[in-house]
């Protein structure tokens, strides 16, 4: 009893703190202004394992609102816009400290992949113009360093890689698939010959003047084959022997749902780890119906987006899409993996598609889908934002559960006054209504620092110890679910993926405190290695996450 004296003391001054700053309200979710100016609009958008988010735009938009560090200017005769710019186009945002500094990029990233290391590096491939061949590395700063900045590699990629997709493989490298006229894919590092791979199902699913295949969905399946959709369509890969082992259905009612009638996809949460053959499905939502984007585009006609989910099992024998209504259209929306494995549908707008100027009717309420319920009751209408976050948004789950979301810059340049939609600064935390405080006294608090960072082993145990200070407030099943840290960018986050940890036990240890143990996943093809963050669940209420080194 006296040894848990002092964490109860201490998580009942949090809960007093809880209590003066989230309100609970009957839509769900509440919404906070972090910084008013972060300096650059968040197009890209990456948490790292110091729980810190690299964010940036692109160097050619003209002037920032932050300058570079230390007085130093960026020279690029070659630049229409920036031929001499003294300001940053990149940013570290420090989550704890709420604060951000600059950082300096020195060729173009515009419309650029990316994802993480086996080591917690950023790796970043493409761009446009002087930027299109090249990858960038961003190594997380030690503590109280605050001078890492990026690395750039000349050459990295064998083509122009802009409006590509990024995925992390079982062995750490990382795929590169499609891009604006790139019907192929390849791999960073490079790999021996070949080292470019051509898929038709890129050029099959290219419609001419529109594209509708960019910014490809892609997910790692339980084969350690790809998932990859564009347009309407979508194929299982064997990427080292460029086989097409299964082709999908078209999604029904064959609309677009790829940039730029660009709706967005999750894998959903990744359970029974243990099984010979595991059930994985993929879940589309929103878009625009085809020919949105050139009725936007030369008529400035603005058609409602697509109201429409479609979820698959992508293992079945013969996979079907499945429809299901939203509670709203939804266009350029960001869907996000939560902790206790609900999806959440954020940012866009209802009318139009992406591009310049293109998207309208700004979709201020979040919706949390419930990916277990029935269809029909699945979808949850969350409290609004008043930032409108259209095309060139992103959202990030952090690690104490809340959602960051920032960018929004519908325009070719910075553009701050006299459009609908002015280049958006504000950074903005989204926290769902598992985080308000009637749930504190069944929110589990896991007994570890956050700067400590364990390593668990392929078909190893995970031992997480965690505080309960309610009555009876754990019921069984406790989960602990792992969580990728994605690449987020044109409403798709990258290699994002959520597993449920298969049970050892659960014990109490004290009056307040358990001990959960769980199998870590046997197969790089279900988890590859790298940094996750960890949590309990109990009762559908997440606790905050711990980084867990896989490997």
């Known amino acids: 009893m006296a040894a848990e004296a002092k964490p109860q003391i201490l998580y009942f001054?949090?809960?007093?703190?809880?209590?003066?700053?989230?309100?609970?309200?009957?839509?769900?979710?509440?919404?906070?202004?972090?910084?008013?100016?972060?300096?650059?609009?968040?197009?890209?958008?990456?948490?790292?394992?110091?729980?810190?988010?690299?964010?940036?735009?692109?160097?050619?938009?003209?002037?920032?609102?932050?300058?570079?560090?230390?007085?130093?200017?960026?020279?690029?005769?070659n630049d229409v816009v920036s031929k001499h710019d003294c300001t940053a186009h990149s940013i570290e945002y420090d989550v704890a400290l709420n604060r951000i500094r600059p950082l300096t990029i020195l060729s173009n990233t515009w419309c650029s992949s990316g994802g993480v290391t086996p080591e917690g590096a950023l790796l970043q491939t493409g761009g446009d113009k002087e930027g299109e061949r090249k990858a960038r590395m961003f190594y997380p700063c030690d503590d109280g360093d605050d001078f890492c900045d990026w690395t750039e590699v000349d050459n990295a990629l064998n083509v122009r890689r802009w409006y590509a997709t990024n995925h992390v493989l079982p062995d750490g490298r990382q795929i590169i698939v499609g891009g604006r006229n790139q019907f192929n894919y390849e791999f960073f590092p490079k790999t021996k010959a070949p080292s470019l791979y051509n898929l038709p199902f890129l050029s099959e699913t290219h419609d001419v003047g529109q594209e509708n295949n960019l910014y490809p969905f892609v997910f790692l399946n339980s084969d350690g084959n790809l998932f990859i959709f564009a347009n309407n369509k979508a194929i299982l890969l064997d990427y080292d022997k460029n086989i097409?082992?299964?082709?999908?259905?078209?999604?029904?009612?064959?609309?677009?749902?790829?940039?730029?009638?660009?709706?967005?996809?999750?894998?959903?949460?990744?359970?029974?780890?243990?099984?010979?053959?595991?059930?994985?499905?993929?879940?589309?939502?929103?878009?625009?119906?085809?020919?949105?984007?050139?009725?936007?585009?030369?008529?400035?006609?603005?058609?409602?987006?697509?109201?429409?989910?479609?979820?698959?099992?992508?293992?079945?024998?013969?996979?079907?899409?499945?429809?299901?209504?939203?509670?709203?259209?939804?266009?350029?929306?960001?869907?996000?993996?939560?902790?206790?494995?609900?999806?959440?549908?954020?940012?866009?707008?209802?009318?139009?598609?992406?591009?310049?100027?293109?998207?309208?009717?700004?979709?201020?309420?979040?919706?949390?889908?419930?990916?277990?319920?029935?269809?029909?009751?699945r979808f949850q209408v969350q409290n609004p934002s008043t930032i409108p976050r259209m095309y060139h948004s992103t959202a990030s789950l952090l690690r104490d559960g809340r959602v960051l979301v920032g960018g929004s810059n519908p325009h070719q340049f910075y553009n701050f006054t006299d459009v609908i939609f002015p280049t958006e600064l504000r950074l903005e935390a989204f926290s769902p209504s598992y985080l308000e405080s009637q749930y504190w006294s069944i929110r589990p608090r896991i007994m570890m620092s956050p700067s400590s960072q364990s390593t668990v082993n392929y078909g190893g145990v995970l031992s997480l110890r965690f505080m309960v200070f309610g009555i009876g407030g754990v019921q069984s099943p406790v989960k602990v679910t792992m969580v990728f840290p994605s690449f987020t960018s044109h409403s798709f986050s990258m290699s994002q993926r959520l597993l449920v940890l298969d049970h050892v036990e659960l014990m109490r240890i004290g009056v307040w405190s358990y001990e959960v143990r769980v199998n870590a996943p046997k197969s790089k093809n279900l988890a590859p290695p790298g940094y996750y963050m960890a949590f309990v669940v109990n009762q559908d209420i997440p606790s905050e996450g711990v980084w867990v080194r896989l490997q």
């Open 13 to 77: 001054a949090l809960f007093l703190h809880l209590l003066s700053f989230h309100v609970a309200s009957g839509a769900g979710g509440t919404w906070e202004l972090l910084l008013n100016n972060v300096g650059i609009s968040a197009m890209h958008s990456q948490l790292l394992n110091n729980d810190r988010v690299i964010m940036y735009d692109r160097s050619n938009f003209g002037p920032s609102k932050i300058s570079l560090p230390n007085g130093a200017c960026r020279d690029s005769p």
């Open 244 to 377: 097409v082992v299964k082709t999908y259905p078209k999604i029904p009612g064959g609309d677009p749902r790829s940039y730029p009638s660009t709706g967005s996809a999750v894998l959903l949460p990744i359970k029974n780890l243990e099984e010979e053959v595991i059930e994985l499905e993929v879940l589309v939502c929103g878009g625009a119906p085809k020919g949105s984007y050139l009725l936007a585009l030369y008529k400035d006609t603005f058609v409602k987006a697509l109201d429409t989910c479609a979820r698959i099992r992508i293992n079945d024998d013969d996979p079907k899409w499945v429809l299901e209504k939203m509670p709203r259209s939804r266009v350029m929306g960001d869907m996000i993996l939560l902790p206790n494995g609900h999806v959440l549908l954020i940012n866009g707008g209802s009318s139009g598609s992406a591009g310049w100027e293109l998207g309208r009717e700004p979709v201020l309420n979040p919706d949390v889908y419930h990916p277990d319920k029935p269809i029909g009751s």
